[in-house]
């Protein structure tokens, strides 16, 4: 199978060329019984001389778990600086972007790069945050502000319990269908997310773009929120199938660093969410 995960594909491809096997060799989709269900030539290929050596849930864990502490730190970095340094992270902003591009579509995935990533991502989340935050206290004209970045982070959390428990329980399936419908669904929403961009500098909706106008700008915002934990469901079984394909255990930072893009993209559009909300309550 053919997978849609730009990062399992790449680690699958590089995996097949090292191993000299046929690149692009058809395998099942049933990943319940990868002993039984993948080409075994491909399987064999894919894990190589030391087959103990290959990626497994723990690793996975282990290292989004690492990146998280090293993205708290730098989002401490970026909460205290945001106000008298509003530059470190903008800068944070730059190499988060460059670095998730590499890390995205580089054949070798580095430990280094992607936890350098996580330093800058954590700045930009830390400086965005404040700035969020900042924005409801001064339009709660003195009524008490909503912690906001608090309620973010726990409806983070929930949502990534809820789609892991979902996909665990098989009540969501991905498949081809699903597959087809997500990708729409997210190119219809970065479109959309372009032109109100667009529309924010003309000062539609208070700056917000379409997001800010009305019930419009709610229903967008629980679009994204929604596509972003679907998301969360891609990744589940991007894990799954790096796991059934054998993949080198070195994948597993790939994984992880996917993962990590994912919570961090929910955590922003719950945040936004609930920054409208507020915003529009007063």
């Not at 997978?3 to 191993?19: F, M």
């Not at 669904?185 to 800010?212: D, E, H, K, R, T």
């Amino acid at each position: 199978m053919q997978t849609r995960n730009p990062a399992l594909r790449s680690a699958i491809k590089n995996a097949e060329e090292n191993a000299g096997a046929p690149t692009g060799t058809p395998v099942s989709t049933d990943y319940s019984n990868p002993s039984g269900s993948i080409d075994q030539q491909l399987q064999d290929a894919l894990r190589g001389p030391n087959a103990a050596n290959t990626m497994q849930l723990p690793d996975v864990i282990a290292k989004t778990g690492l990146m998280f502490a090293i993205l708290l730190v730098g989002a401490v970095v970026g909460w205290t600086t945001a106000m008298s340094s509003p530059w470190v992270w903008m800068v944070g902003a730059v190499g988060a972007m460059i670095l998730g591009l590499v890390n995205a579509f580089k054949r070798q995935v580095s430990p280094i790069l992607v936890m350098a990533y996580a330093v800058f991502e954590g700045v930009l989340l830390g400086g965005l945050s404040h700035w969020y935050n900042e924005m409801v206290a001064a339009n709660s004209q003195g009524v008490a502000a909503q912690p906001i970045v608090l309620q973010a982070v726990i409806g983070t959390f929930v949502a990534f319990a809820v789609m892991l428990a979902l996909y665990s329980g098989k009540v969501i399936k991905v498949n081809g269908t699903f597959k087809k419908v997500f990708f729409v669904a997210i190119i219809s929403y970065l479109v959309i997310g372009l032109v109100s961009l667009v529309a924010a500098l003309f000062g539609v909706g208070g700056g917000w773009g379409f997001y800010g106008v009305g019930g419009l700008g709610i229903v967008l915002c629980l679009f994204g929120v929604a596509l972003a934990a679907f998301s969360l469901v891609m990744d589940f079984e991007s894990i799954q199938q790096g796991i059934a394909y054998g993949l080198p255990e070195r994948e597993s930072w790939r994984m992880a660093f996917g993962l990590m893009v994912t919570l961090v993209w929910l955590y922003m559009e719950i945040l936004r969410l609930l920054a409208i909300v507020n915003s529009n309550s007063r």
